[in-house]
């Protein structure tokens, strides 16, 4: 079942890492409801026609500015350029990120930088650069998607357990500072959601994990692109610097 | 109008206080108890005005009223 929420139609929305996974779900589930979803993408022009396409097809607007989430001058420029032209973007889903199942024996340096930089780092960067303009736009909602094991931790996700942990610390900072002009911030923690980054699972640790989670299985990424989508609109007016686990029950 | 005068007027609009009480000598923090993000978007509405680009670390240095008229006066060449 989809959620739709009538204020989403024409809201300019910035979702990083829209190319797969759950940032694809919510930016076709956020086109579906006439939203105008802003995409980067990292150099693959021919893909970012066809994601373009894509969520055209879906019903709405998309306008995809090339940039990586570490690349700060490219995406003060990208985001210039495209509000002076087009307008103020009220919505952003800090979604891009990258894991890496490493244990900590053998961690290196610039894995961790790596992981921190593009998880972290690069959420917090495009939310800086577009913080002044949030404060021209109207009805504004940031939405950062941390992870369950930023929660609890996990044998072998040191850093990306730190970067998703770091989310929820950054959000709440932001949502205290903003508040006073209508801008909010709330962080999705998902747990084991059917996806490329799962799929990598083996199929034996896939039972496993079945096995403890009360509701009995994965979540679908549009079941994240729900939340996201409630959490972008005003249904959710009174929400901010909150953390939502959305994982079938596994941490409770 | 003179630039002053825009500038006051701007301010008086902003911060909601009467512009007799405004001078150049007024200071942002101590007398219109602005705080940091009153004092951003208060720089953005005089971008906005002016026409003219007032960098972050440019905005530490504009105390007063009378410091933003002189700022503004050096872009216009």
Do not use: W
């Amino acid at each position: 079942m989809t959620a739709t929420y009538s204020d989403l139609k024409d809201k300019v929305i910035l979702v990083t890492g829209a190319a797969r996974g759950i940032g694809k779900s919510i930016a076709l589930t956020l086109s579906a409801q006439g939203a105008h979803v802003v995409f980067n993408y990292r150099g693959d022009e021919a893909k970012a026609a066809a994601l373009k396409e894509e969520l055209q097809a879906a019903g709405g607007k998309a306008t995809g500015l090339k940039f990586d989430v570490t690349d700060y001058e490219a995406m003060t420029k990208a985001i210039d350029e495209f509000t002076k032209t087009v307008g103020p973007i009220s919505g952003l889903v800090n979604n891009a990120g990258v894991s890496k199942d490493t244990l900590l024996l053998r961690l290196k340096p610039d894995e961790i930088s790596s992981i921190l930089d593009t998880n972290l780092k690069g959420s917090m960067m495009v939310t800086q650069a577009l913080s002044r303009n949030f404060l021209k736009a109207e009805n504004v909602s940031i939405v950062n998607m941390s992870s369950i094991v930023g929660l609890m931790g996990n044998p072998s996700q040191a850093a990306y357990a730190a970067s998703k942990a770091g989310l929820i610390g950054f959000s709440k900072s932001v949502a205290k500072e903003l508040a006073s002009r209508n801008v909010r911030c709330n962080v999705i923690c998902p747990g084991f959601i059917q996806t490329d980054m799962t799929d990598a699972l083996n199929e034996k640790a896939k039972e496993e994990y079945a096995k403890s989670i009360p509701l009995g299985r994965m979540g679908k990424a549009e079941e994240v692109a729900n939340l996201t989508c409630f959490l972008l609109s005003s249904a959710s007016s009174y929400l901010t610097g909150e953390v939502i686990k959305i994982d079938g029950g596994l941490y409770i | 109008m003179e630039l002053q005068d825009k500038v006051i007027k701007l301010v008086s609009e902003a911060t909601k206080m009467d512009a007799a009480n405004i001078s150049l000598n007024t200071s942002f923090v101590d007398d219109l108890n602005l705080d940091s993000l009153d004092m951003v978007e208060l720089m953005m509405k005089m971008e906005d005005e002016f026409g003219v680009e007032i960098p972050e670390d440019e905005t530490e240095n504009l105390k007063s009223i009378g410091d933003v008229v002189t700022y503004l006066k050096s872009k216009s060449h």
